[in-house]
């Protein structure tokens, strides 16, 4: 069974970056799509990029578009989420998913089974 464990979350300047990695085990990666989610306190779950299984295709939320790029690498099982210009109100803790029966990536989590433990991310001078 697929399970994903992310890293790479800490706390950053505004203005700064991180990279986040979602690490993939269980089921080669190949065949599903990746979503990334992030929750703030107080705040609903919010899908912000995901991408197809070839890389090909991917979809962003309009509060991250232009800033964030999703991006996976299917021969090491890894996929990114790379975040530039970041924002005080990009803190959260942020989970990639996926689901073994997907298609194609949505926004919606709704659409995915297969959840990490999530990582905080703190955007805060």
């Known amino acids: 069974q697929l399970r994903l464990v992310e890293s790479g979350g800490g706390l950053v300047q505004p203005g700064g970056s991180l990279r986040l990695s979602c690490a993939t085990s269980?089921?080669?990666?190949?065949?599903?799509?990746i979503g990334w989610f992030r929750q703030a306190p107080g705040k609903e779950r919010e899908g912000i990029a995901c991408i197809n299984s070839s890389g090909r295709v991917t979809k962003y939320a309009d509060s991250v578009k232009g800033r964030f790029t999703i991006s996976r690498d299917n021969a090491n099982d890894r996929a990114y989420l790379q975040m530039n210009s970041l924002k005080p109100e990009d803190t959260a803790v942020y989970y990639c998913?996926?689901?073994?029966?997907?298609?194609?990536?949505?926004?919606?989590?709704?659409?995915?089974?297969?959840w990490g433990q999530g990582t905080q991310v703190t955007v805060s001078s």
């Open positions: 269980g089921a080669t990666m190949d065949y599903y799509p």
């Open positions: 998913a996926s689901d073994e029966s997907l298609g194609v990536g949505t926004l919606s989590e709704l659409d995915y089974d297969v």
